[in-house]
């Protein structure tokens, strides 16, 4: 009988509310692209998982929900969207550090050939920046590698341990170079927003959370409730207002009708109405700053500008076409009306 990951999915609403919250805003799609599974940023600043049928297949039912929430506490956590802690590009030193920061949380829920921190000689519950900076003055990087009888596992320059361990996911889409810095804000503030959400849900109920322990309930409302500047709420509202566009192409297999009809694809597009405050209050340095915001965020919509003062003109008003860029420009200089007439 074919994997059916709404199963397991289902179970998590029932016991783990806070997780099944999460996994409500992520798309799911299955591929032997990746041998076990994992969770990434699309270039649309939106998030998805991607597992492979026969893996779970393989795992005791037991272990099946297990990894679905390692994965989720990847999103949590703000693994994939964030950096190794010195800046560096993803490596599998950061990849280990990650997963022991998430499995001492999950023993007896994954596999025991995961990666846990006393396979490494290091203490339970500490962050994935700790562990990965006591790897890196451990020397456990760069020499020696695990058995390579698990999935994940064989790759040279991986930490040494004592041969029982291996990563159960693919971290395969994490990193800077994936997608661009503005589409990654934009998945930031998206994930903020379905991580308050699920902390309102949770709240509602008297087990709400399940078993998140509470350090980790701590770091998820830090992340809930920090700063949010207006630079991350004009992203977030870009993001959002993205609409998708479907049309067939014969370079994807319709799952209902494989090689008889073509698969369909997905297009994200948004057109905003920006209103640029333009009156002498307005500083020359917060136009620069404001213009050189919309220039990165054209990458995702195209925008009709309004400048206005005490007033609009008609005139002044114009289209600012996806992917272009544009100089910062005054076109207005008097009082602020925020009802300004048209």
């Known amino acids: 009988?074919?994997?059916?990951?709404?199963?397991?999915?289902?179970?998590?609403?029932?016991?783990e509310s806070f997780f099944a919250a999460v996994s409500r805003h992520i798309s799911k799609?299955?591929?032997?692209?990746?041998?076990?599974?994992?969770?990434?940023?699309?270039?649309?600043?939106?998030?998805?998982?991607?597992?492979?049928?026969?893996?779970?297949?393989?795992?005791e039912d037991k272990y099946r929900r297990g990894v679905l929430k390692h994965e989720l506490y990847h999103l949590m956590l703000d693994h994939c969207l964030g950096r190794s802690p010195d800046g560096r590009k993803i490596s599998k030193r950061w990849n280990f550090a990650t997963d022991m920061s998430i499995n001492c949380h999950l023993r007896g829920e994954i596999p025991e050939w995961g990666v846990f921190p006393d396979k490494f000689g290091y203490p339970d519950n500490l962050s994935a920046e700790d562990y990965y900076k006591r790897l890196e003055q451990d020397g456990?990087?760069?020499?020696?590698?695990?058995?390579?009888?698990?999935?994940?596992?064989?790759?040279?320059?991986?930490?040494?341990?004592?041969?029982?361990?291996?990563?159960?996911?693919?971290?395969?889409?994490?990193?800077?170079?994936?997608?661009?810095e503005e589409v990654r804000a934009v998945a930031?503030?998206?994930?903020?927003?379905?991580?308050?959400?699920?902390?309102?849900?949770?709240?509602?109920?008297?087990?709400?959370?399940?078993?998140?322990?509470?350090?980790?309930?701590?770091?998820?409302?830090?992340?809930?409730?920090?700063?949010?500047?207006?630079?991350?709420?004009?992203?977030?509202?870009?993001?959002?207002?993205?609409?998708?566009?479907?049309?067939?192409?014969?370079?994807?297999?319709?799952?209902?009708?494989?090689?008889?009809?073509?698969?369909?694809?997905?297009?994200?597009?948004?057109?905003?109405?920006?209103?640029?405050?333009?009156?002498?209050?307005?500083s020359d340095e917060l136009l620069e700053a404001f213009f050189g915001e919309l220039n990165g965020l054209s990458k995702l919509a195209t925008f009709t500008v309004i400048p206005f003062d005490t007033r609009v003109e008609d005139k002044l008003v114009y289209e600012w076409k996806k992917g272009q860029r544009h100089k910062a420009e005054r076109v207005m200089c008097g009082g602020t009306d925020f009802d300004a007439p048209t």
């Open 140 to 180: 456990k990087a760069g020499e020696g590698k695990c058995d390579g009888n698990h999935a994940g596992e064989g790759e040279s320059g991986g930490p040494p341990c004592d041969g029982s361990c291996g990563n159960m996911d693919s971290h395969d889409g994490w990193g800077e170079g994936n997608v661009p």
């Open 188 to 282: 930031k503030e998206r994930l903020r927003e379905m991580m308050k959400k699920a902390a309102e849900d949770a709240n509602k109920s008297s087990n709400g959370w399940g078993n998140i322990p509470a350090d980790v309930r701590r770091d998820i409302m830090r992340f809930i409730n920090g700063t949010i500047d207006w630079k991350a709420v004009l992203r977030m509202f870009i993001g959002s207002a993205q609409k998708s566009h479907r049309s067939a192409t014969v370079k994807r297999i319709n799952k209902r009708f494989p090689y008889i009809h073509p698969g369909k694809k997905s297009n994200r597009s948004a057109h905003i109405a920006i209103s640029i405050d333009q009156s002498g209050s307005v």
């Open 1 to 15: 009988m074919a994997y059916d990951l709404e199963n397991d999915m289902f179970r998590l609403l029932l016991n």
């Open 29 to 59: 799609r299955a591929s032997t692209s990746v041998p076990t599974a994992g969770v990434r940023v699309t270039e649309d600043g939106h998030f998805e998982m991607v597992y492979n049928e026969k893996f779970f297949e393989g795992l």
